[in-house]
């Protein structure tokens, strides 16, 4: 296992090396091996930094840093929410950038050339090699600032979302190649990185007995990152202005969290905390924002269909029915004062409206 593995871990070479250390990862994982804790925090700051650089750098050897990497692709599949797949990716492709960046610009003599890839060889990972050609500069000791790039592979990896300054009829094209910059090719490069990142994710780990127990041991560590996402807001919590989570229910609190926690909710209580959701006023698109990630698509189609019915037959439960579901809890002194979920959001939005009223008038006087 050389350092520059570890420093790319994507890197076909850098796969090779860890098969043919036959190194068993999941006795890695059941012994709670360096590389394990490495793997946690690759994830973790990939999602929450949007890097994987070691907080501390010099705390882990070459062979922990290479292994991290199979382990971190086996939490980000347990995690299961596209989010993080694609944070991670991202995350994985922006340091490959940095350290890029870092490589090709250090001298023949810097005493990591050991650590250090070439343009060179990202081109050949990237089978780019005959695809990519330096503009001249007339001078052989500086670096080319423009390069040519066929456009086959430069549609590739050229997202459209970059910008109209990426779009073929804004290029120079000469021969069937695409010019570009020096930094637009590195940028082209860090695409390249994060696909390959992003290819086979999420993976089924579950579903054999070595894989249960390897995810059996991941648990607590999947279950934290989860958290974090859930308590980073990366489930997109939104609510339009009128509409103050504050004056829900406890019910619909309820409801709320445990969706928001990832649980699938039973029928009633999916069709409870759509109906409600709707009835305030949220779009489909809003109820499956604030839902939480596990629970989006399936409350989102339940409110698309909501939200296009009229009359009573989809109005959200009364606290009889909520009552009879089970799922009437937590009731404070207002829910003495109501029958409906709906009444106790209008009434606590009013209620809350009139003390601001009059705290201003208050102020006026
Ligand atoms: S009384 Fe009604 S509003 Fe209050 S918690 Fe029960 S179902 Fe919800």
Redesign the pocket.
């Known amino acids: 296992m050389r350092p520059l593995h570890a420093r790319y871990p994507f890197f076909a070479a850098a796969r090779q090396a860890v098969e043919s250390a036959e190194v068993a990862i999941a006795t890695l994982v059941t012994e709670d091996a360096p590389a394990v804790e490495r793997g946690v925090e690759r994830v973790e700051r990939a999602l929450m930094e949007g890097t994987v650089e070691a907080e501390d750098p010099y705390a882990w050897d070459t062979q922990s840093e290479l292994l991290s990497y199979p382990i971190s692709r086996i939490i980000v599949s347990l995690v299961e929410t596209p989010a993080a797949v694609d944070k991670y990716a991202r995350a994985e492709a922006d340091t490959a950038y940095e350290r890029m960046l870092a490589d090709f610009g250090a001298g023949d003599n810097d005493i990591n050339s050991d650590a250090r890839a070439s343009l060179d060889d990202f081109l050949r990972e990237f089978d780019l090699t005959d695809s990519v050609r330096a503009e001249s500069t007339g001078n052989s000791h500086r670096a080319p600032e423009y390069y040519w790039v066929d456009v086959g592979p430069y549609l590739t990896y050229c997202d459209t979302d970059w910008g109209a300054n990426w779009r073929l009829v804004n290029r120079s094209l000469a021969d069937g190649a695409v010019r570009v910059a020096r930094t637009e090719l590195y940028e082209l490069l860090r695409e390249a990185v994060r696909r390959r990142v992003a290819e086979g994710l999420p993976f089924t780990v579950r579903g054999s007995d070595a894989g249960d127990q390897l995810a059996d041991a991941l648990k607590p560590h999947v279950e934290r990152l989860r958290n974090l996402l859930s308590d980073r807001g990366a489930i997109n919590v939104v609510y339009t202005d009128s509409v103050d989570p504050d004056h829900f ?4 609190e309820a409801l709320l969290t445990r969706a928001q926690d990832g649980e699938a909710l039973p029928n009633e209580a999916a069709f409870s905390l759509a109906a409600f959701l709707v009835g305030v006023g949220l779009s489909p698109e809003e109820v499956g924002g604030v839902v939480g990630e596990a629970n989006a698509e399936s409350l989102k189609n339940r409110a698309t269909i909501l939200a296009d019915s009229s009359g009573s037959q989809y109005a959200p ?3 009889e029915t ?2 009879a579901y089970d ?6 002194d ?3 004062t ?4 709906m ?2 959001f209008k009434t606590a939005t009013t209620d809350a409206e009139s003390a601001a009223t009059d705290e201003a008038t208050g102020g006026a006087d």
């Not at 229910?249 to 619909?252: A, E, L, S």
Request: glycine share 0%.
């Open positions: 229910p406890p019910c619909v439960p009364t606290c909520m009552q799922l009437c809890v937590n009731r404070d207002r829910c003495d109501i029958s409906h979920p009444k106790y």
